[in-house]
């Protein structure tokens, strides 16, 4: 499963990603979890089964408002 962490601040990218592996591992589910700075970063790649999205990311970004970007691209797609 490919994991994608949406998080401008390292110690939250740290704690998201330590639950996830745990979990994971608990499920013994394979996973390749990729962590990203900014929305714009992940949009380049969008590639991932499950997101995590913060909410208030930094530049003005906002989780919502990737969503939907997503939502409308795999919507068309």
Request: proline letters at 0%; aromatic letters at 8%; one cysteine or more.
């Amino acid at each position: 499963m490919k994991i994608g962490i949406v998080e401008d601040e390292a110690v939250w990218v740290d704690k998201i990603q330590t639950i996830i592996e745990k979990y994971c591992r608990d499920k013994n589910v394979s996973s390749q979890i990729n962590s990203y700075n900014s929305g714009k970063d992940f949009m380049k790649n969008a590639d991932a089964d499950l997101l995590f999205l913060d909410i208030e990311l930094a530049e003005g970004e906002d989780g919502f408002e990737i969503a939907e970007s997503i939502h409308s691209i795999t919507k068309s797609g």
